[in-house]
Antibody, heavy 122, light 110 residues
Framework: QVTLRESGPALVRPTQTLTLTCSFSGFSLSTSGMCVNWVRQPPGKALEWLAFIDWEDDKYYTRSLKNRLTISQDTSKNQVVLTMTNMDPVDTATYYC??????????????WGQGTLVTVSS | QSALTQPASVSGSPGQSITISCTGTSSDVGGYNLVSWYQQHPGKAPKLMIYEVTKRPSGVSDRFSGSKSGNTASLTVSGLQAEDEADYYCCSFAGSRTLVFGTGTKVAVL
């Protein structure tokens, strides 16, 4: 079955770089149509799509954070990594990774990780 | 990439029907039949309820249905049940393989 799990630091200092890892199973990111995304949710607030990486290693980012985000994959480890530079307290959020199966043409997140809360504080 | 607009809250009594709107632009909701809806209970990850505007994933109750007219998509929950009390988010493809979420709606079952 498909599972995704986020991991990374629970606490980050302002101006530091955040590195989050999404470890997944039940599918391969080298399979045509498979994509992994990062989505975040500040406490009590709405979901925000952040980044997308696909089976051809193409990458897309939300415009507002494009200069701070990098998404990458390690196909051999079934992992996707998100880095976000220059962290600020407003970046405090639960960060989720989620799958899209583009072959279905739906651009919907069919499987999600449980999320990891990242707090930015000095 | 501005967030799609949803009402902050919607409520209904058990057995009633409610509808949540999701308003975007011709660059997202209106431009593609690629709107999805997610249910999120407190402390849990979102769950896919509707995709491609009207389609339900296997295992999702047929009490949930979706539609779209112009730049506004809607999620209808029929026969409201206590377990439907949650936050609901719409999401739309916005071109160039980017996506945008809605502002979220809290559904209360009275």
């Amino acid at each position: 079955q498909v599972t995704l799990r986020e991991s990374g630091p629970a606490l980050v200092r302002p101006t530091q770089t955040l590195t989050l890892t999404c470890s997944f199973s039940g599918f391969s990111l080298s399979t045509s149509g498979m994509c992994v995304n990062w989505v975040r949710q500040p406490p009590g607030k709405a979901l925000e799509w952040l980044a997308f990486i696909d089976w051809e290693d193409d990458k897309y980012y939300t415009r507002s954070l494009k200069n701070r985000l990098t998404i990458s994959q390690d196909t051999s480890k079934n992992q996707v990594v998100l880095t976000m530079t220059n962290m600020d307290p407003v970046d405090t959020a639960t960060y989720y990774c989620a799958r899209i199966r583009e072959t279905s043409g739906s651009y919907s997140f069919d499987f999600w990780g449980q999320g990891t809360l990242v707090t930015v504080s000095s | 990439q501005s967030a799609l607009t949803q009402p902050a809250s919607v409520s209904g009594s058990p057995g009633q029907s409610i509808t949540i709107s999701c308003t975007g632009t011709s660059s997202d909701v209106g431009g593609y039949n690629l709107v999805s809806w997610y249910q999120q209970h407190p402390g849990k990850a979102p769950k896919l309820m509707i995709y491609e505007v009207t389609k339900r994933p296997s295992g999702v109750s047929d009490r949930f249905s979706g539609s779209k007219s112009g730049n506004t998509a809607s999620l209808t929950v029929s026969g409201l049940q206590a377990e439907d009390e949650a936050d609901y988010y719409c999401c739309s493809f916005a071109g160039s393989r980017t996506l945008v979420f809605g502002t979220g709606t809290k559904v209360a079952v009275l």
